[in-house]
Nanobody
Framework: VQLQASGGGLVQAGGSLRLSCAASGRAFSSLAMGWFRQAPGKEREFVAVSSGSDYTHYADSVKGRFTVSRDNAKNTVYLQMNSLKPEDTAVYYC????????????????WGQGTQVTVSS
């Protein structure tokens, strides 16, 4: 499975961005797709996850502001980010694993290249 993330950029606080992550290969609907982020000097942290059965889960820090969705026909998962804050600034990664969802990034086998999100105050 190869993942290609896109959609990052520079936005003012309160603004919105939508990240996309396109996956290669078949059986996309069987993949758990996670979004993680890593700010400079910090550990990689969980942001959101989507399972093939439409289960979703969010970190408390983004709940109510971010929405993860997927289009299985396009092999793509999205992360809609609204009401962005400066503390959301990080490199965002999409990741995939077969089967059930996990919040721990170490459980994911496939990773995209990361896309920078910068939120100015």
């Amino acid at each position: 499975v190869q993942l290609q993330a896109s959609g990052g950029g520079l936005v003012q606080a309160g603004g919105s961005l939508r990240l996309s992550c396109a996956a290669s290969g078949r059986a996309f609907s069987s993949l758990a797709m996670g979004w993680f982020r890593q700010a400079p000097g910090k550990e990689r942290e969980f942001v959101a996850v989507s399972s093939g059965s439409d289960y979703t889960h969010y970190a408390d820090s983004v709940k109510g502001r971010f929405t993860v969705s997927r289009d299985n026909a396009k092999n793509t998962v999205y992360l809609q980010m609204n009401s962005l804050k400066p503390e959301d600034t990080a490199v965002y990664y999409c990741a995939a694993r077969w089967g059930s969802t996990w919040l721990n990034y170490e459980r994911y086998d496939y990773w995209g290249q990361g896309t920078q999100v910068t939120v100015s105050s």
